[in-house]
Structures are given as structure tokens and as C-alpha cells.
């Protein structure tokens, strides 16, 4: 991708990427005097910053990955992905390790996953993201996901929750606990990437992430996330 190409991937202006470049802000590498940029290492950036990213910069950031890859950013993203009996509400867990066992489990029992070694498999891809560094990006939040796309370990993309009793050590930066948990796995980078910057704009919403950790129960959650994704794709529409 050339300079132009992410300018409009990001939906930001030219003159800002190109000072992000120069600044070595932004992964890519320079070719004839040029700047040029490989989408994965792209999203991966975009990814690590979220947390940091004001809801109008999210926005944008979803239309222009909405606009590239042909998505209707209006449409209820993360609503459509979660399956039946998706969400736990309370998700019983006590450490980083029980907790992303405890969603994966989730999502075995939704029928999102292809079998047994499919579940070994993304258990270990799951653990091994965060290893590498926390889905911990947020205060009380934590988006776990595989290090790469699933296109074979699982039936279709999808996100389950949770929610535990008390909060948890997962890694945050800032030493804080974690309760509010969305595993995220897709079958392709582009989904991917459409349903954080989606998730991290409805995170950000005043009180949403305290309505949720305020649950009792699945349903209550549930409504919860249709509630703020339909103001949020009615933004996007």
C-alpha cells in the first residue's frame, strides 16, 4: 500500500499519514524514496492503539476499513456474531488462564468451533497473543483473540462474552483488574478489524461498560449490546 492507499484505508488525510511515516509512528519502510506499508502490520498498529483512539477517530477509522473492504458499516456487526448461548453472565474464572479457557469453552458450546483439535488449537493461539501483550487494553476490558485468522478451526467469525464476578489479573499495563471479556475470532484479518474498532467506539460510549458489568444475566447483557450497536450503526448509517 502506498501512502495514498492507507491515507484512505485509516479515512484519514494524506498529510497526517505521511508525518506518522516520517516520524516512524507508523510500521512500513521505504522503497525508491517512497513509503510503503504492508496491510497486516497496518491493522496490528491500528489494533494496539484503540484503547487510545477518541470514539470520532474510531469512527472513521471503521468507515474507511467499511468503505476498503466493501462492508456495510451500518449493519449490527457484533450483534450478528455472537451465537446462541454466546455470552456467560457470570463467567466463573479467577485467573488470565480460566478465563480464556472459560470462553473457549463458550464458543465449543455454541458449535462455532470445528472440533477438538480445532479447540486445542485456538486455545493455544489465544494464549499465545497474549503473551506476546495483554488484550488488557482498556480499563476492566479485555478483547483476547488469536494471533492470526482461524479460517479452518472455526465454522464461522464470531465473538462470545463474559463477565466475571470479581476482577481479575490479566496483564493490564496499569496493574488494574479485568471483568468485562469479548474473544474475538475470525476467519480473515478485514473482519477482524472491523469488529474492534466496532467493539472499542461501543466501549467507549458513557456508561456502556458499566451497564454491562452491571448484567444479571445473559439476556440483560445482550440487550445491552443491541441497545449501544444500533446507536452506534445508526451513526454509521
Given at each position: 500500500?502506498?501512502?495514498?492507499?492507507?491515507?484512505?484505508?485509516?479515512?484519514?488525510?494524506?498529510?497526517?499519514?505521511?508525518k506518522?511515516a516520517?516520524?516512524?509512528?507508523?510500521?512500513?519502510?521505504?522503497v525508491?524514496?517512497?513509503?510503503?506499508?504492508?496491510?497486516?502490520?497496518?491493522?496490528?498498529?491500528?489494533?494496539?492503539?484503540?484503547?487510545?483512539?477518541?470514539?470520532?477517530?474510531?469512527?472513521?477509522?471503521?468507515?474507511?476499513?467499511?468503505d476498503?473492504?466493501?462492508?456495510d458499516?451500518?449493519?449490527m456487526?457484533?450483534?450478528?456474531?455472537?451465537?446462541?448461548?454466546?455470552?456467560?453472565?457470570?463467567?466463573?474464572?479467577k485467573?488470565?488462564?480460566a478465563?480464556?479457557r472459560?470462553?473457549?469453552a463458550?464458543?465449543?458450546?455454541?458449535g462455532?468451533?470445528v472440533?477438538p483439535?480445532?479447540?486445542?488449537?485456538?486455545?493455544?493461539?489465544?494464549?499465545?497473543r497474549?503473551?506476546?501483550?495483554?488484550?488488557?487494553?482498556?480499563?476492566?476490558?479485555?478483547?483476547?483473540h488469536p494471533?492470526?485468522?482461524?479460517?479452518?478451526?472455526?465454522?464461522?467469525?464470531?465473538?462470545?462474552?463474559?463477565?466475571?464476578?470479581?476482577g481479575?489479573?490479566?496483564?493490564?499495563?496499569?496493574?488494574?483488574?479485568?471483568?468485562?471479556?469479548?474473544?474475538?475470532?475470525?476467519?480473515?484479518?478485514?473482519?477482524?478489524l472491523?469488529?474492534?474498532?466496532?467493539?472499542?467506539?461501543?466501549?467507549q460510549?458513557?456508561?456502556?461498560?458499566?451497564?454491562?458489568?452491571?448484567?444479571a444475566?445473559?439476556?440483560?447483557?445482550?440487550?445491552?449490546?443491541?441497545?449501544?450497536?444500533?446507536?452506534?450503526?445508526?451513526?454509521?448509517s
Amino acid at each position: 500500500m502506498d501512502i495514498r492507499q492507507v491515507a484512505q484505508y485509516l479515512h484519514m488525510d494524506v498529510r497526517e499519514a505521511r508525518k506518522l511515516a516520517s516520524r516512524g509512528q507508523m510500521p512500513c519502510r521505504k522503497v525508491a524514496g517512497h513509503f510503503r506499508f504492508t496491510k497486516g502490520d497496518v491493522d496490528h498498529w491500528v489494533e494496539t492503539r484503540m484503547h487510545k483512539l477518541k470514539p470520532n477517530r474510531l469512527a472513521q477509522i471503521e468507515k474507511g476499513v467499511s468503505d476498503h473492504h466493501g462492508f456495510d458499516a451500518g449493519e449490527m456487526l457484533l450483534l450478528r456474531l455472537i451465537p446462541e448461548g454466546g455470552l456467560a453472565v457470570p463467567l466463573v474464572a479467577k485467573t488470565r488462564e480460566a478465563t480464556i479457557r472459560g470462553l473457549v469453552a463458550l464458543a465449543d458450546r455454541s458449535g462455532v468451533i470445528v472440533g477438538p483439535e480445532s479447540r486445542s488449537h485456538l486455545l493455544d493461539e489465544v494464549r499465545g497473543r497474549e503473551e506476546l501483550c495483554s488484550t488488557a487494553l482498556m480499563p476492566g476490558v479485555a478483547l483476547p483473540h488469536p494471533r492470526h485468522p482461524l479460517e479452518y478451526d472455526i465454522s464461522r467469525s464470531f465473538v462470545v462474552g463474559g463477565l466475571t464476578p470479581a476482577g481479575i489479573p490479566f496483564g493490564a499495563t496499569d496493574g488494574t483488574l479485568t471483568r468485562l471479556f469479548f474473544l474475538i475470532c475470525c476467519k480473515d484479518d478485514r473482519t477482524h478489524l472491523h469488529v474492534l474498532a466496532r467493539l472499542a467506539q461501543m466501549l467507549q460510549t458513557p456508561g456502556v461498560k458499566d451497564d454491562l458489568m452491571s448484567a444479571a444475566t445473559p439476556d440483560e447483557f445482550l440487550a445491552i449490546v443491541r441497545r449501544c450497536e444500533s446507536r452506534h450503526a445508526g451513526i454509521a448509517s
